[in-house]
C-alpha cells in the first residue's frame, strides 16, 4: 500500500537546484511507504531536478532542464521482501523515471544505486535530438545509515554521469523503518555537518535586523574566462554584488575576484561560467544562442553558504538579459540590475562579455548598453518636436486672430 503527498514549493527554496526558483517551479515530494500492517515502512521526503545535454540533428547540442514534477506517480515502489530492498520508483512528464534502491547489511542500511531514466525522443521536451529511444544513467551511490536514523540532507547534492546532471536537496528518507516510526535521530550528510559548524551568533540586545540591506560599496571588477581546445572561448569581465532575501531577511555580499575560482564550457548553441567560492558552491552564468545571429543570458543558477550555516540556493533559466549581436560582445559601465528571482538579484558593474566567437583571446567590437536608452529616447525627442510645433501653430494662429478683430474695430 503507498500513501504519499505532492506539494508545491515556493521559488525561494534552490535550483537548484534550482534551482527557484524564480520563473522554474520547484516541488517538493513526499513519500509514506506502508506494508500490508499499515505500518510506515520508508518515508522520504526530497527536492530534485535534472539537467540533460543531448546532440541535435544539426550537430549541436542542447541542455533542457527537467524540474516539473507535478505529475508524479510512484507506481513500482515497494517495501521490500526477503530477496529484494525498498524501493522508491517515481514517473513523471514525458517518459521520465527515477528509481532508488536500498539494501541492509547489519546495523546500517544503504541508499544503494540511483537511476534516471528520459525518452529522448519526446520532441517537445527534446527538439531535433539526433538519437532516439528511452535513454538510463545509473549511479551506485552506496551511503551507508544506521539503522533507526533518518539520513537529512538539506544542502545542494549533484550527482553527473556522461550528459545529466541530477541535483537533489532538503532530503530527508528513511528506508527499513523500525516499529512503523520513522525516527528523530538523524543521520547528516558532510555537507550539512560542515555547513552547521559555523560559529553561532551570540544574542545581543542589539535590534533584530530589518528586511532593509545597509548599502555596500562598489565591488571590485573581476576578469573571468573559458577556455577549449582551440583557445579562449568566453570572456567576462565584472564587478558582482548578490542581493539575497533569505527568511525575510536581506543581506549585500560584494564577490571578491581575488578570492573566486571559475571554469566553464562552451558549445555551439550555449556556453558556461562558473565562479565559486568558499561560500559559494556555484554560480552559474549560462549563455544562449537565438535566432542564430543573437546571445543572451539566458539562465543563471546559484547555491551558497549564509552566515547562518544555511544554503541558499535558486536558479531560474528563463532569463533575457545582455542581447547582443554574435561576433560583439555586450557592454554596460552603468549598474544593471539581474532578477533571478523575488528573493535573489545581482548587480553588475563595469560589465562586459563575450560568450561566443572570440578570437585571439580577445574581446570583439562592444554593443553598448546606453544604445538602448538611445532607443528609448528618439521617440520622446520626436514627440517633443511635434509638441513645439504645435505649440508655436497654435500661437500664431491666436496671434493672427487678435490682429483680424483689431482690424475690425477701426470702423
Not at 539494501?103 to 527538439?127: A, H, Q, R, W
Not at 535590534?207 to 562598489?218: C, F, G, L
Not at 521617440?379 to 509638441?387: E, F, T
Not at 505649440?391 to 483689431?406: D, N, S
Request: glycine letters at 6%; a negative charge.
Amino acid at each position: 500500500m503507498v500513501c504519499f503527498r505532492f506539494s508545491p514549493v515556493p521559488g525561494s527554496g534552490l535550483v537548484l537546484l534550482c534551482l527557484v526558483l524564480g520563473a522554474v517551479s520547484s516541488y517538493a515530494l513526499e513519500l509514506n511507504l506502508t506494508d500490508s500492517g499499515k505500518a510506515t515502512c520508508l518515508y522520504a521526503k526530497w527536492q530534485m531536478n535534472f539537467t540533460i545535454r543531448y546532440e541535435t540533428t544539426s550537430k549541436s547540442y542542447k541542455t533542457v532542464t527537467v524540474s516539473d514534477l507535478s505529475t508524479a506517480t510512484y507506481n513500482g515502489s515497494t517495501c521490500g521482501e526477503d530477496q529484494n530492498g525498498p524501493k522508491i520508483a517515481v514517473q513523471f512528464g514525458s517518459g521520465f523515471s527515477w528509481v532508488v534502491n536500498f539494501t541492509k547489511e547489519g546495523s546500517t542500511y544503504s541508499i544503494d544505486g540511483i537511476s534516471f531514466s528520459y525518452n529522448i525522443s519526446d520532441n517537445t521536451t527534446f527538439p531535433d535530438a539526433k538519437d532516439k529511444g528511452i535513454l538510463t544513467v545509473y549511479d551506485p551511490v552506496r551511503f551507508r545509515i544506521p539503522l533507526n536514523n533518518i539520513f537529512r540532507c538539506n544542502s545542494l547534492s549533484t550527482l553527473e554521469k556522461d550528459d545529466v546532471v541530477q541535483y537533489y536537496w532538503d532530503v530527508h528518507v528513511q528506508a527499513f523503518v523500525q516499529n512503523g516510526t520513522v525516527s528523530t535521530k538523524e543521520f547528516l550528510c558532510e555537507k550539512d555537518r560542515t555547513s552547521t559548524t559555523v560559529a553561532p551568533i551570540t544574542p545581543t540586545t542589539t535590534p533584530a535586523p530589518t528586511t532593509t540591506p545597509i548599502p555596500k560599496e562598489k565591488p571590485e571588477v573581476g576578469s573571468y574566462s573559458v577556455n577549449n581546445s582551440n583557445g579562449t572561448c568566453l570572456l567576462a569581465t565584472m564587478g558582482l554584488q548578490l542581493n539575497v532575501t533569505y527568511e525575510k531577511v536581506a543581506s549585500i555580499i560584494n564577490i571578491n575576484p581575488n578570492t573566486t575560482d571559475f571554469t566553464g564550457n562552451c558549445h555551439p548553441q550555449s556556453a558556461l561560467l562558473r565562479l565559486n567560492s568558499s561560500n559559494i558552491k556555484f554560480l552559474d552564468f549560462v549563455f544562449a544562442v537565438k535566432n542564430e545571429n543573437r546571445f543572451y543570458l539566458k539562465e543563471v543558477n546559484i547555491s551558497m553558504y549564509l552566515v547562518n550555516g544555511s544554503v541558499f540556493s535558486i536558479a531560474n533559466n528563463n532569463l533575457s538579459y545582455w542581447d547582443a549581436p554574435l561576433g560583439s560582445s555586450y557592454m554596460c559601465n552603468k549598474e544593471q540590475t539581474v532578477s533571478v528571482s523575488g528573493a535573489f538579484q545581482i548587480n553588475t558593474f563595469d560589465l562586459r562579455v563575450q560568450p561566443f566567437n572570440v578570437m585571439e583571446g580577445k574581446y570583439s567590437t562592444a554593443q553598448d548598453c546606453s544604445a538602448d536608452d538611445d532607443n528609448f529616447l528618439v521617440p520622446i525627442a520626436v514627440g517633443a518636436a511635434l509638441a513645439g510645433v504645435l505649440i508655436l501653430v497654435l500661437l500664431a494662429y491666436f496671434i493672427g486672430l487678435k490682429r483680424h478683430h483689431a482690424g475690425y474695430e477701426q470702423f
